[in-house]
């Protein structure tokens, strides 16, 4: 892998002498208190100010002012005019644009492009308070303020759209964001190396449109320079006879590489499409080569090159042996460099040594912040995954390889909580995008480097990949430890086909770390949805349970799995969602909340959901066909299948189970899902609510409701049909009443009052 200049290394710019400011100041006032007369940079930012290292702004602000930067923060302006963006005056290097911690299109938008009526990141939980497409909106307003100052465009929201995308609101393939944003360069995925890198230069005086060498930028250029080989990579050819051909899936030098197509998978077809490219020299500088993909114009209207660029962008993401990109736009191309080295422990340790606050700016005086309030008492102890799941956006920002914080940085970053207003001694969290990825890795450096597989655990653990948990157990033993301490949770979504290789950790876990509920996410129970989302099967979830269950037993502790499943995920079938209903009635869980497939921009799934190809595998024109759920209709019926225990979803489940020839699943025996008649709805719900106990609710200590736990019982050893026939009995005894109330006598049933209530 390339040798990274240490983000400790540059010289301070001369502001050091300010020294540290109590929080990035968001006004001329305090300003004028740190004794500024400007900011070197300014970030405007989508998100409320929180300075605390699990958001964006801060990361990034309180970085650059190690480096000896003023940073200032402009925080949700206004952005129907300019004026907003002028507060803290013009910036002396460049202005900093984010949308956010989140896209700010899924922020404000539910998976079926309904207007959400809250905002976890703005104070008092307010919707509204930042545009659509925030960032494309913050640069042009930027450029308004101050036309010839720089403006570089970073956080998930741009990276995600870095080039040629699926946008799921508009239904249609949306150019890269730096064409539209009028922004002059892109930072993608985890930007410290290239933030610095990109401040330093512009403050010795180099001009942005000469910073092209730094990775993890795009930028927009006329065409590829001089002393680059390019490979074509814009079409699919047919079959037919070819010389010598790279393919740019599998690199030439990649020999020991674990490739896809290297793997146990089926051998290739001779007459199959393969995209070729002839070669005039057949020794290439992988650092001076490039792979143009499909134009922006030919991805926007064939659906199967968009797949083929989905493709061939994500097995460009390994550090160690990626090459750049371009894509053409009109007459203009945007390039897209290597993405960046991941930072080393001692980065990550100088990073989080930084002197956050840890609350949000007094700006907001004392109004509730949601995100933060649920990870105020967590702690990041890491970065990236290496799970590849296609519907999830963490390696396509964070990548693949996993960053560590040392024991050290992480246990003094608890302790200095426990000086912070409110902390009880429970720390929330010790994780990241997993919470059992810490210090994983490759056993091999060199296959690493090599390495083009999208997942580590996929369709299997790879056998040259790490799973030792020893140091994540002597992390949590070493917390636990510590003074003012009295309880560590995990929050962070658990790798349960990882952690069965540990049994030790999964009991110390179970014994010491769980408070009554641990969330995992197997997201369905059939292979080809799982396999679309390159998750493990069921049967690892079962293995996990059973120990689950063995260690909490053992620890006296009645403890009990919370699992995720997924509705109308590409790949999955009508019969798919009938099957996990019986799962689920079967292991007695019921949905309180249901999670669609949200199709998020660069996911191999969202180019499954648009392409309806599988970008998986090698796509051509006559290549696997992906059965998609796309009309609202069908939507609805995934998701009821996965909320069968509710009434407002049975006439729809009838409807369906008789199409799927499964007439038989409907009654009221306990192997059936749904009843043959429909309950009086409104005493039913209202009965149902008196008996139940949301799990995941602040009364059942953990956040977010996600099962429902009825009469005491755990969520998976209730006979539920046993529960539907004494509640719908009492419903209809209780709407008797009240009918015999209001009018003297009770009206039979199927007299005005609807269809008998079975018994």
Known sequence: ??????????????????????????????????????????????????????????????????????????????????????????????????????????????????????????????????PDRASLVYSQRCKEAYKHVPVVLGGIEASLRRIGHYDYWSDKVRRSILMDATADILLYGNAERAIVEVAQRLARGDAIGEITDVRGTAFIRKDTPEGWFEIDSTRIDRPGKVDQIINPYVSTQDLQACAIEKGKGPAEDPNEAK??????????????????????????????????????????????????????????DIWLNPPPIPLTTEEMDYV????????????????????????????????????GC????????????????????????????????????VVSDLGGPTANMYRLACKSHDIEK???????????????????????????RKARALPGVKKILIASGLRYDLAVESPEYVKELVTHHVGGYLKIAPEHTEKGPLDKMMKPGIGNYDRFKR?????????????????????????????????????????????????????????????????????????????????????EEQRRLHKAFLRYHDPKGWPMLREALLRLGRGDLIGSGKHQLIPAHQPAVDGYHSARRKNSTPVGSKKAGQGGKILTQHNGLPPRSHDGNAWDKREQAKAAAEARRKAAAGAGKAKPAGKGRGKPVPR
């Open 1 to 130: 892998m390339h040798v990274a200049k240490p983000l400790f290394d540059y010289p301070k710019y001369w502001a050091e002498c300010f020294g540290p400011a109590p929080f990035l100041p968001m006004s001329r006032k305090e300003m004028d208190q740190l004794g500024w007369d400007s900011c070197d940079v300014i970030i405007v930012t989508g998100d409320a100010y929180v300075d605390h290292p699990s958001f964006g702004m801060a990361i990034i602000g309180r970085l650059l002012e190690a480096q000896g930067f003023r940073v200032g923060i402009i925080s949700q302006p206004d952005w129907q005019s300019k004026d907003d963006f002028m507060k803290l005056g013009e910036p002396n290097l460049f202005f900093g644009i984010a949308a956010g911690n989140m896209d700010s299109m899924i922020n404000r938008y539910t998976a079926d492009r309904k207007v959400r009526s809250d905002d976890a990141y703005t104070a008092g939980g307010l919707a509204g308070k930042r």
């Open 275 to 332: 995209v070729v490219q002839l070669l005039p020299n057949p020794k290439i500088e992988r650092d001076r080569t490039v792979i143009r993909l499909p134009s922006f114009e030919k991805v926007r209207n064939d659906a199967a090159l968009y797949a083929h660029a989905n493709r061939v962008l994500h097995l460009e993401t390994n550090p160690g042996n990626a090459r750049a990109l371009v894509q053409r736009h009109g007459d203009q």
């Open 352 to 387: 989080f040594a930084s002197p956050f606050a840890r609350v949000p700016h007094p700006d907001y005086g004392g109004a509730k912040i949601p995100a933060y309030e649920m990870i105020r008492f967590s702690v990041n102890i890491m970065r990236g995954c290496f799970g």
């Open 390 to 425: 296609t519907f999830c956006s963490i390696t396509e920002h964070e990548g693949r390889i996993i960053q560590n914080r040392s024991h050290e940085s992480i246990l003094n970053e608890i302790e200095a909580m426990r000086g912070m207003p409110g902390f009880t001694g």
């Open 450 to 476: 090599h390495c083009r597989k999208p997942s580590c655990v996929f369709p299997g653990i790879c056998e040259n990949l790490d799973t030792d948990h020893s140091s994540l157990i002597e992390l949590y």
């Open 547 to 631: 120990m689950f269950e063995k260690y909490s037993k053992e620890a006296g502790k009645e403890q009990y799995l919370i699992p995720y499943f997924i509705a109308a995920h590409p790949g999955t079938t009508d019969e798919d969602m009938m099957n996990l209903a019986l799962w689920l009635k079967a292991n007695g869980f019921r949905a309180d909340q249901v999670q669609a497939f949200y199709p998020s921009p660069m996911a191999s799934a969202t180019a499954m959901y648009h392409t309806g190809k599988n970008p998986l595998r090698k796509v051509t024109y006559k290549s696997e066909e992906v059965t998609i759920v796309k009309s």
